[in-house]
């Protein structure tokens, strides 16, 4: 039987960098995990693919996939909805692999209660100074919109005890080393050998 694959769960405030992170992990050429490509209803930023970076959806086909019971998990975030493909992640967790999630906090919370199995991952900013700087240069927020992603954001790093890790976005290298030891550990402690010499010896 094939032994199941990790499931890797990223989140943290809004501004952090969980987005920038991850596509750091992922334009490593030795990252063996797989990222679960989200569904939103948000419109596509330029440069964003269908299929690469989320398959887009109407609100109506998100959901219709929320009743169908497609989404693993789902959030309103900032007006839009966002949620994770279910038969994506088991599939894939099936064959072996490792699945990668990057999603926010409410999400994250969700995925806790379905697979508690997981290992959760909580990106915290160096300084709430430091995130307020990068929502900030970030652009598009008018400072109402920050003032009361800020509140958020202290809300949400309230939580982080409830992760099994709290890595610090001080450098974005400095971070994706940080995950990937912590998934090599992961999997050392989960006894995956373990499990494969006794299967092996229990055969003989
Ligand atoms: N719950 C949930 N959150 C998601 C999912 N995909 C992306 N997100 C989060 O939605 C938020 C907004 O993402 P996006 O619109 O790409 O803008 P960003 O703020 O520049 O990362 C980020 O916090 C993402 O981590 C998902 O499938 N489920
Ligand atoms: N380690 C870092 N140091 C400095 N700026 C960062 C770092 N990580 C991310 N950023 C910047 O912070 C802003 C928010 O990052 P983003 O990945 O969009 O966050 P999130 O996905 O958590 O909302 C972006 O402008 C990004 O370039």
């Known amino acids: 039987m094939v032994e199941k694959g990790l499931l890797i769960v990223l989140s943290g405030p809004s501004g952090v960098g969980k987005g920038t992170v991850r596509k750091a992990i992922f334009d490593r050429p030795d990252t ?3 990222y679960s490509i989200s569904m939103t209803t948000r419109n596509p930023r330029e440069g964003e693919i ?3 970076d989320y398959f887009f959806k109407s609100r109506d086909e998100f959901e219709a ?3 169908q019971g497609k989404l693993l998990e789902y959030a309103e975030f ?7 493909p279910v038969d994506y992640v088991r599939e ?3 064959s072996g692999k490792d699945v990668f999630l990057e999603i926010e906090v409410q999400g994250a919370r969700q995925v806790r209660e379905k697979f508690p199995e997981g290992l959760f991952i909580f990106l915290a900013p160096p300084s709430l100074t430091e995130l307020e700087n990068r929502i900030t240069t970030r652009g598009t927020e008018t ?3 920050i003032r009361q992603r800020m509140k958020a954001a202290k809300e949400e790093i309230e939580l982080m005890d409830l992760y099994d890790y709290v890595v610090e976005n001080d450098r974005v290298e400095n ?6 030891a912590i998934v090599i550990a992961e999997h050392c402690r989960r006894e995956r050998v373990t499990h494969r ?3 092996m010896l229990e055969s003989e």
């Open 32 to 34: 063996a995990f797989e």
């Open 50 to 52: 269908h299929g690469v």
């Open 65 to 67: 996939l929320i009743e």
């Open 78 to 84: 900032v007006g839009n909805y966002y949620g994770t």
């Open 92 to 94: 894939t967790l099936d």
């Open 143 to 145: 400072e109402e919109l």
């Open 175 to 180: 971070a994706c080393e940080r995950i990937n």
């Open 197 to 199: 010499y006794k299967t």
